[in-house]
């Protein structure tokens, strides 16, 4: 009660991988700075790995939002490049990417309702296997694939995340929750990136060249959005650890890269903002 409540929204990047611990990821490390410097304040981690815009806006305006932030610190844009990468024809609601869907079984319920007991449930969901159960989502596309797709990077492969995002920060503003935005800090030309995992010799170059290009388009278009609403925008894409072992791939840090990131973030929280 009476802290000023800052909730992280995003993907994986948020959520911290790369830490053994809750305590270690960006937000708990956001906290632990900014009540060093004085500031009453309680860092809310909603990050979930590879949770894209839409994800985020579902994630917010169905559970985040009754937290009653203060302020929403918004780190999204990076998942949204598989859905414009994917070797598919475009849909603005991911439906190419991420297709959604619901699988039934008769059978399977009827015992479910017949053997109230976990164990037997358990016994029977094993060895049975019927695969009767509700599907959030299945991905159309690897890493891979979408890295060497020879799809064009465009502007009409990003109106999902031009939607969204705006509503997120629309949504937040009218509800008196000040928005911020932190740009996409991405390079398969790290170490340990994925590219560098997955794509052959042959086509390396290409692959990063490629997340490269949706990866400025991405942030171009969050930090218009923002500009035109009268939003701050961090310009994490600037950030640089204080040393390149501190990155853990193209995008995620170490434990000490996350600590970095939690100082960068809390300056300029505390140097642009009034944080009660």
Not at 189 to 216: G, H, M, Q, V, W
Not at 233 to 252: G, L, T, Y
Request: with cysteine; proline share 5%; hydrophobic share 35%.
């Amino acid at each position: 009660k009476n802290s000023f409540r800052i909730m992280c929204l995003g993907g994986s990047t948020t959520w911290s991988d790369g830490t053994p611990d809750s305590s270690n990821s960006y937000p708990a490390q956001l906290e632990y700075y900014l009540k060093e410097k004085g500031y009453n304040v309680n860092v809310i981690n909603a990050g979930v790995p590879y949770h894209t815009s839409l994800d985020v806006l579902m994630r917010f305006i169905t559970k985040g939002i009754y937290f009653n932030p203060d302020m929403l610190l918004i780190h999204t844009g990076l998942n949204d490049t598989g859905p414009s990468q994917s070797p598919f024809d475009y849909e603005p609601d991911y439906s190419h990417w991420r297709p959604v869907g619901y699988e039934s079984n008769k059978k399977f319920i009827n015992l479910w309702i017949s053997y109230p007991f976990s164990i037997s449930r358990l016994i029977i969901i094993f060895y049975l296997d019927f695969q009767s159960y509700p599907s959030i989502s299945k991905q159309t596309s690897s890493y891979a694939m979408e890295l060497i797709s020879t799809t064009a990077i465009t502007q009409e492969r990003t109106v999902g995340l031009k939607n969204y995002f705006s509503s997120i920060l629309y949504i937040a503003k009218k509800n008196n929750i000040i928005p911020v935005t932190l740009l996409i800090n991405n390079d398969h030309s790290r170490k340990n990136s994925y590219a560098k995992r997955f794509i052959n010799e042959k086509n390396l170059s290409y692959a990063i060249e490629r997340d490269r290009k949706i990866t400025i388009l991405n942030n171009s278009i969050m930090d218009s959005i923002s500009i035109a609403n009268n939003v701050n925008v961090i310009p994490f894409d600037k950030f640089q650890p204080s040393s390149k072992e501190h990155w853990d791939d193209h995008c995620h840090l170490t434990e000490e890269g996350i600590k970095e990131k939690a100082v960068f973030i809390g300056e300029y929280l505390i140097n642009n903002f009034i944080i009660e």
